[in-house]
C-alpha cells in the first residue's frame, strides 16, 4: 500500500489530561523494525494508570496502546521473519538489550533497560505504529483483530500471573474479574480448576458474567468463599485485597499481584502469612508466555468479550475502564 506521510492518533500531551486527536507523522521503521497498519487496539488498565499519573514516566507527547494487531506494510532492512500482509499483534514489551544480567539470565520481562509499547514507545491509538520485529507475535487465524487484542496484554499479563501461582492448584481465586480475568478462567476450566471469582461488592453483573464462564461461585472481594483457596491472582489494583486473600487461603499458598500498579498494601498481622504462604508480583512477560498463551488459547478455545469503539472514543473507554463499566475489554477500531 501507498504508505501516507500523516496519520490521526490519540495523544497524550500532558499527565492527568484527556488524550487530543490530532494528525501527526506516520513513523519510519528502523533496520530492526515493521511499519504497522493498526486495525484495532485494546484499551487496558494500564493505559489508564498512565493518563492518571500513576505511572510516572512516560514519554510525552506519548501515543498510548499495547494491545495492538495490525498488517505489516514496510519492514527494515533486518527483518527476517515477517513480511508485508502479515498480520501481528504487538504487546506491552517492545524491546530488550538481550545483554544485562536479567536478559542473560532469561528474565528479560526484568531487564534493565527495556522499553515498553504504549508507554516509553508510541503505541496503538493510531493509524499506523512501528515496532521490533522480535516482539511481534503471529495472531492465530481463528481470532479476528477486535478479538485478539485483549490477548497481546490481559491475556499475556493474565497467562503469566496464572502460571506463577504454580501447577498444583484446584481452588483458583481471581479478583477483579475484567479483562484480564475473563481471558485466564476461560484457560482455568479449561484445565479443570474450580475459580473463585471476586468482584467489587455488590457487583451482580460483573459475578453473573464469572458464573457465565464457569466460576463455581462468585461473591464481592469482601465475601468468604465456600472452600479455601490453594491460590489467588490479584488482578485488581487493590492493595486491601492482598492480605484478604491471605485470609481464605490453605496452608502453602501463593498470591499473585497481576497488575503493574497497586495501592498501598495495608498493615496486616504475621499469622496470615505465616504456614508458608507466599506473596509474589508479575513485572511484564516474556516472548516465550506470548508463545505459549496464542498456542493454547485457540485449543480452548477462548472467547474474548470485547466492546468495540472508534479510535476518536478512547477518552470515552478509558473514563469507563476507571468507573469499572465494562464486561471483558474495549478495543477501538482503527480507520483506513
Known amino acids: 500500500m501507498e504508505i501516507p506521510n500523516k496519520m490521526i492518533a490519540m495523544v497524550l500531551e500532558?499527565?492527568?489530561?484527556?488524550?487530543?486527536?490530532?494528525?501527526i507523522p506516520v513513523p519510519r521503521p528502523k533496520d530492526s523494525q515493521v511499519l504497522i497498519k493498526v486495525k484495532a487496539c485494546g484499551v487496558c488498565h494500564t493505559d489508564l494508570h498512565i493518563v492518571d499519573q500513576e505511572l510516572t514516566e512516560p514519554k510525552l507527547p506519548l501515543v498510548p496502546g499495547h494491545e495492538i494487531v495490525g498488517t505489516v506494510v514496510q519492514t527494515g532492512n533486518k527483518i527476517k521473519n515477517f513480511k508485508e500482509g502479515d498480520r501481528v499483534g504487538v504487546p506491552w514489551l517492545g524491546y530488550?538489550?538481550?545483554?544485562?544480567?536479567?536478559?542473560?539470565?532469561?528474565?528479560?520481562?526484568?531487564?534493565?533497560?527495556?522499553?515498553?509499547?504504549?508507554?516509553?514507545?508510541?503505541?496503538?491509538?493510531?493509524?499506523?505504529?512501528?515496532?521490533?520485529?522480535?516482539?511481534?507475535?503471529?495472531?492465530?487465524?481463528?481470532?479476528?483483530?477486535?478479538?485478539?487484542?485483549?490477548?497481546?496484554?490481559?491475556?499475556?499479563?493474565?497467562?503469566?500471573?496464572?502460571?506463577?501461582?504454580?501447577?498444583?492448584?484446584?481452588?483458583l481465586g481471581i479478583y477483579g474479574f475484567g479483562a484480564a480475568a475473563h481471558i485466564i478462567a476461560q484457560i482455568a476450566v479449561y484445565q479443570k480448576k474450580n475459580i473463585f471469582a471476586f468482584t467489587r461488592p455488590g457487583d451482580t453483573k460483573a459475578q453473573e458474567f464469572a458464573?457465565?464462564?464457569?466460576?463455581?461461585?462468585?461473591?464481592?472481594?469482601?465475601?468468604?468463599?465456600?472452600?479455601?483457596?490453594?491460590?489467588?491472582?490479584?488482578?485488581?489494583?487493590?492493595?486491601?485485597?492482598?492480605?484478604?486473600?491471605?485470609?481464605?487461603?490453605?496452608?502453602?499458598?501463593?498470591?499473585?499481584?497481576?497488575?503493574?500498579?497497586?495501592s498501598d498494601i495495608p498493615k496486616f498481622p504475621y499469622k496470615l502469612l505465616w504456614e508458608?504462604?507466599?506473596?509474589?508480583?508479575?513485572?511484564?512477560?516474556?516472548?516465550?508466555?506470548?508463545?505459549?498463551?496464542?498456542?493454547?488459547?485457540?485449543?480452548?478455545?477462548?472467547?474474548?468479550?470485547?466492546?468495540p469503539l472508534p479510535l476518536n472514543k478512547a477518552n470515552e473507554a478509558l473514563d469507563n475502564l476507571r468507573a469499572g463499566k465494562i464486561e471483558g475489554a474495549f478495543v477501538l477500531q482503527i480507520p483506513d
Not at 144 to 152: F, G, R
Not at 221 to 231: F, G, H, Q
Not at 249 to 261: D, E, F, L, M, R
Request: net charge neutral; aromatic share 8%.
Open 96 to 171: 530488550t538489550c538481550g545483554h544485562c544480567r536479567y536478559c542473560k539470565s532469561g528474565q528479560e520481562n526484568l531487564c534493565e533497560n527495556a522499553l515498553f509499547t504504549g508507554y516509553t514507545l508510541d503505541g496503538g491509538y493510531a493509524q499506523f505504529t512501528t515496532a521490533e520485529e522480535n516482539y511481534c507475535f503471529k495472531i492465530p487465524d481463528k481470532y479476528k483483530d477486535i478479538e485478539a487484542a485483549p490477548l497481546l496484554c490481559a491475556g499475556l499479563i493474565g497467562y503469566r500471573t496464572y502460571r506463577m501461582a504454580g501447577d498444583n492448584v484446584e481452588n
Open 276 to 307: 508458608e504462604r507466599v506473596i509474589k508480583s508479575v513485572a511484564n512477560l516474556t516472548r516465550k508466555d506470548g508463545d505459549e498463551l496464542l498456542e493454547i488459547a485457540p485449543k480452548v478455545p477462548v472467547k474474548t468479550e470485547v466492546t
Open 211 to 262: 458464573k457465565k464462564l464457569g466460576a463455581v461461585w462468585a461473591g464481592g472481594s469482601d465475601e468468604i468463599p465456600p472452600e479455601k483457596l490453594d491460590a489467588a491472582l490479584i488482578f485488581a489494583p487493590v492493595g486491601s485485597l492482598i492480605p484478604q486473600a491471605l485470609r481464605v487461603s490453605v496452608k502453602g499458598a501463593t498470591i499473585v499481584s497481576g497488575g503493574i500498579h497497586m
Open 14 to 23: 500532558k499527565l492527568g489530561e484527556k488524550l487530543k486527536e490530532k494528525e
